[in-house]
């Protein structure tokens, strides 16, 4: 029976947000695309070591090694080095010692990515925007890497300058909501009260609220309203809830 469901795209990759916070990352190279791997896996607050002779370190390896933001082997790469990692990250310029670190990997299970190998790789970096608590990533699936990188600025232009300091301040409402409500079959309606929120408050609006204005916003959660923030401001009843939370 044809309906109207989402048309399958085959030959995509899985896009996820992929948690490694505290996780232990092996970088195997020390060159410029080794410092762009390290700096990723830094910024998701990974526990990160490098495997590479000095020799072969560049300037910015060298000063993640020198502020202790990474733990450094001095030596080129060792079949033991896998022991107990999570993640590995594998950018030499020696094709046939790459295919073997990949093969290790794989009989023991490690994710693995290999630079510019696409068919070594068990996962892709993409290019990737930040701002604050928002990230988005393209990624071209191995094909065109450079044009990731140009799509990715054309994305990055047109999004407002203050959408990260906006999601920041969610977040923070959020993570307020769920104290008040944290029953778990408040679920649905947390969802749909702070999706209001977000469709019916500008982006400078969210970006200005302050801890006071929170406070005076969860008031609203019980009835299920929300106010402006210049209601917000006021003081204006408009439903707001007065009464004990039943939860």
């Excluded at 080095?81 to 993640?87: H, Q, R, Y």
């Amino acid at each position: 029976m044809k309906g109207s469901y989402p048309e399958i795209q085959g030959g995509g990759s899985l896009i996820l947000a992929w948690q490694v916070r505290n996780k232990r990352v092996l970088v195997i190279g020390g060159g410029e695309v080794a410092a762009g791997r390290i700096v990723n896996v830094l910024n998701a607050d990974a526990k990160v070591t490098v495997v590479s002779p000095r020799s072969g370190l560049n300037d910015e390896v060298v000063y993640r090694i020198e502020q202790r933001q990474v733990e450094h082997i001095n030596r080129k790469f060792e079949p033991q080095d896998l022991d107990g990692v999570d993640m590995v990250l594998a950018a030499v310029d020696d094709p046939e010692a790459s295919t073997q670190i990949y093969k290790l990997c794989q009989e023991k299970r490690i994710p693995a990515n290999i630079a510019d190998v696409p068919p070594e790789c068990d996962f892709y970096f993409g290019s990737v925007h930040r701002d604050g608590p928002l990230q988005i990533m393209v990624s071209t699936n191995g094909n065109g890497p450079k044009l990731a990188n140009i799509v990715r600025r054309q994305i990055a232009s047109s999004l407002p300058s203050n959408i990260g300091a906006a999601i920041q301040r969610v977040g923070i409402l959020r993570r307020k909501l769920r104290k008040i409500a944290p029953a778990p079959e408040e679920g649905p309606k947390r969802m749909q009260w702070m999706s209001k929120v977000c469709e019916q408050w500008s982006l400078d609006d969210l970006r200005d609220m302050t801890e006071e204005d929170m406070e005076a916003l969860l008031g609203f959660y019980q009835p299920g309203t929300v106010p402006s923030l210049e209601e917000v401001r006021l003081g204006e009843p408009l439903g707001a809830y007065d009464g004990p939370f039943l939860i």
